[in-house]
């Protein structure tokens, strides 16, 4: 069969226009021929010069007095009867596997470029799928299998009789099978150093989609396969001589999943190469089912953990890609959990660490003794803490390990302190080694740190909230002095501490810190008074000298929250700023001499 590569215009050209050249391609050698306006070639023309069988024909222009022949070839395609495989595959794991075991079951095979010559070193009979299109690979692979000999094989039902006659007609076979897998998009534009642009481009698959979205649209009769690791699977179903449809169903919505999450990073990518803005019109996030979860936040809602495939993702950190080293399997909440803890603790500098219960921290502390910090952590709110997530931002060694293992909670300096999961960077091999003995439940993770810049996402009824993550620290900003006193260089340090705290706590939330270390906070409360009375109850007769932060500002101050914070002894307090009465504030912190911090920064957490 010809396959042409042609210019054709929508009509015929006026008499007083130039002669069209027309280049017609065969599958040995081309031939040029000039057409006058009077015998254009229409497109009607041309798609029945192209299905035609006889090695030569000759074609009519509209006019008799231009005439031109064509070489065509027939295709080659293996012996009617036998049952056809179409593979055509970028990752050939397991190839060799898949061929055999067709082969075994009688299957003759159809292939392309380095597919088809790995299946002939594995010794594989193979029929190349340019025998069976006569035309060859071309414009550097662009085009290979985009031929009605493959596309019309693939798609034709054989419940209708007129489907089947045309195949008859123009000598083109069925196939049963089709594996096809994709070229390496994701992981060249990912890799290490990146890639140009040119070179992206060229790693589009736009053949490979086609012939797979094909055959699982016919699965009915075509068996569709992206995935090595359902290899075993096809060959035992071949096996057998039953029909089961929901396996065909099951393997179709496979193949328009790869696709689809093939065509999102592909989105994903090129839109990156238009704009900086993160808001794009459109918006598909490809997320892959690590694993099945017992239950969801209650033992009544069933559950599942998913992986954030999207490329701004990789190599991006977070919990969703931690090594489990030991324990149960993460439930639900412990996501959660471990997700907010280990959030907190990588954005502090100094060696960290951080308590967590129920996503709120409720212990943090920061020390060069690691061993320090973490005592100081759990011993901030020893009953929530018990129970809760601890997490590090440095190694875990053997001694912080024994620590873990052996601490006692501050409340009776008895009962040996209980986690559900250590989250840490990296552990020392022996370090790793007494965790584990710790306890066979206690959930063991390594997590690298959540870049900065990520695009933030939501669930709310019927739609999606989509925002920057809130990557400021202080650091970032400028903590601005509003009233007559200023604080001490130490007390600015406690105030940025509390300010970096309290952005993790849930609203409305106020955080008390002295010392580089939490004393109390006090989360979620409908209003902002209750917080600070929780805060200040857990700080107990340390909030002495103490900073406090809040997340948002005071919308009052006179017998209120900021008059509350001052007669309790706090020394320096930091907000946003931007209440209708920050006079007021003000005024009351200069009544009792404390230092007020504006920030200009709120840090909501919902």
């Given at each position: 069969m010809?396959g042409?590569?042609?210019?054709?215009?929508?009509a015929a050209?006026a008499a007083n226009t130039?002669n069209?050249?027309?280049l017609?391609?065969?599958?040995?050698?081309?031939?040029q021929?000039?057409?006058s306006?009077s015998?254009?070639?229409?497109?009607?023309?041309v798609?029945?010069?192209?299905?035609?069988?006889?090695?030569?024909?000759t074609?009519?222009?509209?006019?008799?007095?231009?005439?031109?022949?064509?070489t065509t070839h027939?295709?080659?395609?293996?012996a009617?009867?036998?049952r056809?495989?179409?593979i055509s595959l970028?990752?050939?794991?397991?190839?060799?596997?898949?061929?055999?075991?067709l082969?075994d079951?009688g299957?003759?095979?159809?292939?392309?470029?380095?597919?088809?010559?790995?299946?002939?070193?594995?010794g594989?009979?193979?029929t190349?799928?340019e025998?069976i299109?006569?035309?060859?690979e071309?414009?550097?692979g662009?085009?290979?299998?985009l031929?009605?000999?493959v596309h019309g094989g693939?798609l034709?039902?054989r419940?209708q009789?007129?489907h089947?006659e045309?195949?008859s007609?123009h000598?083109?076979?069925?196939f049963?099978?089709?594996?096809?897998?994709?070229?390496?998009?994701?992981?060249?534009?990912?890799s290490t150093g990146?890639?140009e642009f040119?070179d992206?481009v060229?790693?589009?698959d736009?053949?490979?989609p086609?012939m797979?979205?094909?055959?699982?649209?016919?699965?009915?009769?075509?068996l569709?396969v992206?995935d090595?690791?359902?290899?075993?699977a096809l060959?035992e179903?071949?096996k057998?001589?039953?029909?089961?449809?929901?396996f065909r169903?099951?393997?179709?919505w496979k193949?328009f999943q790869h696709v689809?999450?093939y065509d999102?990073?592909?989105?994903?990518w090129l839109?990156?190469q238009t704009t900086?803005?993160k808001?794009?019109?459109?918006l598909t996030?490809p997320i892959?089912?690590?694993?099945?979860?017992r239950y969801g936040?209650n033992?009544?809602q069933?559950?599942?953990?998913?992986?954030?495939?999207?490329?701004?993702?990789v190599?991006a950190?977070?919990?969703?890609?931690a090594?489990?080293?030991?324990?149960?399997?993460?439930?639900?909440?412990?996501y959660?959990d471990?997700d907010?803890a280990?959030?907190c603790v990588?954005?502090?500098?100094?060696?960290?660490?951080v308590?967590?219960?129920?996503?709120?921290p409720?212990?943090?502390?920061s020390?060069?003794?690691?061993?320090?910090a973490?005592?100081?952590?759990v011993?901030?709110?020893?009953?929530s803490a018990?129970g809760g997530?601890v997490?590090?931002?440095?190694?875990v060694?053997?001694?912080?390990?024994k620590?873990i293992?052996?601490?006692?909670?501050?409340?009776d300096g008895?009962?040996r302190?209980?986690?559900?999961?250590v989250?840490a960077?990296?552990?020392?091999?022996?370090?790793?080694e007494i965790?584990?003995?710790?306890?066979?439940t206690?959930?063991?993770l390594?997590?690298?740190?959540n870049?900065k810049?990520?695009l933030?996402?939501r669930?709310?009824g019927?739609g999606?909230?989509?925002?920057?993550?809130?990557d400021?620290?202080?650091?970032?900003?400028q903590?601005?002095?509003?009233?007559?006193?200023a604080?001490q260089?130490?007390?600015?340090?406690?105030?940025e501490?509390?300010w970096?705290?309290v952005?993790?706590?849930?609203s409305n939330?106020i955080?008390?810190?002295k010392?580089?270390?939490?004393?109390g906070m006090?989360s979620g409360?409908p209003?902002r008074l209750?917080s600070?009375?929780?805060?200040?109850?857990?700080a107990?007769e340390e909030?002495?000298?103490?900073?406090?932060?809040?997340?948002?500002?005071?919308p009052f101050?006179?017998k209120?929250?900021?008059e509350e914070?001052?007669?309790?002894?706090?020394?320096?307090?930091?907000?946003p700023?931007?209440?209708?009465?920050d006079?007021d504030?003000i005024?009351?912190?200069?009544k009792y001499g404390v230092?007020l911090?504006f920030t200009n920064?709120?840090?909501?957490?919902?």
């Amino acid at each position: 069969m010809l396959g042409l590569g042609l210019a054709v215009g929508p009509a015929a050209p006026a008499a007083n226009t130039p002669n069209t050249n027309l280049l017609l391609l065969s599958s040995n050698k081309q031939i040029q021929t000039n057409f006058s306006s009077s015998s254009f070639l229409t497109p009607c023309s041309v798609r029945n010069a192209h299905l035609l069988h006889s090695s030569c024909r000759t074609i009519k222009a509209m006019a008799a007095e231009d005439t031109f022949t064509v070489t065509t070839h027939d295709s080659k395609f293996p012996a009617s009867g036998n049952r056809l495989a179409l593979i055509s595959l970028s990752d050939k794991k397991d190839l060799a596997l898949l061929g055999n075991g067709l082969q075994d079951l009688g299957y003759k095979i159809v292939s392309t470029g380095g597919t088809a010559s790995a299946l002939e070193s594995a010794g594989l009979s193979v029929t190349k799928v340019e025998q069976i299109t006569s035309f060859p690979e071309m414009l550097d692979g662009r085009v290979k299998t985009l031929h009605p000999n493959v596309h019309g094989g693939i798609l034709a039902r054989r419940d209708q009789k007129h489907h089947m006659e045309a195949l008859s007609k123009h000598g083109i076979g069925t196939f049963d099978v089709v594996v096809v897998n994709l070229y390496p998009f994701y992981e060249k534009v990912t890799s290490t150093g990146g890639i140009e642009f040119e070179d992206g481009v060229e790693n589009i698959d736009i053949g490979g989609p086609a012939m797979i979205r094909a055959a699982a649209k016919n699965h009915k009769d075509v068996l569709v396969v992206v995935d090595s690791e359902d290899y075993p699977a096809l060959l035992e179903y071949l096996k057998g001589d039953k029909v089961d449809q929901q396996f065909r169903r099951k393997l179709a919505w496979k193949a328009f999943q790869h696709v689809a999450s093939y065509d999102s990073a592909v989105s994903e990518w090129l839109w990156k190469q238009t704009t900086e803005d993160k808001f794009r019109p459109s918006l598909t996030v490809p997320i892959l089912l690590k694993s099945p979860l017992r239950y969801g936040e209650n033992p009544h809602q069933k559950a599942a953990f998913y992986v954030d495939k999207s490329l701004s993702e990789v190599n991006a950190g977070g919990v969703a890609t931690a090594i489990q080293h030991h324990g149960k399997e993460m439930s639900y909440n412990n996501y959660l959990d471990a997700d907010a803890a280990w959030n907190c603790v990588s954005e502090f500098r100094n060696p960290t660490c951080v308590v967590v219960k129920h996503t709120n921290p409720c212990g943090v502390a920061s020390r060069n003794d690691i061993l320090e910090a973490y005592r100081l952590a759990v011993k901030a709110d020893p009953v929530s803490a018990f129970g809760g997530i601890v997490a590090f931002n440095i190694e875990v060694d053997e001694a912080l390990a024994k620590e873990i293992r052996e601490f006692r909670s501050p409340t009776d300096g008895e009962t040996r302190m209980f986690y559900e999961i250590v989250v840490a960077p990296k552990y020392t091999k022996k370090g790793l080694e007494i965790l584990r003995g710790k306890s066979k439940t206690l959930r063991i993770l390594e997590a690298n740190k959540n870049e900065k810049g990520k695009l933030s996402l939501r669930q709310v009824g019927g739609g999606w909230l989509a925002q920057d993550s809130d990557d400021l620290t202080p650091q970032d900003i400028q903590f601005k002095v509003v009233t007559q006193k200023a604080p001490q260089e130490s007390e600015l340090g406690d105030a940025e501490f509390a300010w970096l705290c309290v952005k993790h706590v849930k609203s409305n939330a106020i955080v008390i810190a002295k010392n580089n270390c939490m004393l109390g906070m006090g989360s979620g409360q409908p209003n902002r008074l209750e917080s600070l009375r929780i805060a200040l109850k857990k700080a107990g007769e340390e909030v002495k000298g103490a900073a406090l932060a809040s997340d948002a500002f005071f919308p009052f101050a006179w017998k209120d929250a900021v008059e509350e914070a001052c007669e309790s002894g706090v020394s320096v307090i930091a907000e946003p700023g931007g209440s209708i009465r920050d006079g007021d504030a003000i005024d009351c912190c200069n009544k009792y001499g404390v230092s007020l911090l504006f920030t200009n920064v709120r840090h909501f957490r919902h």
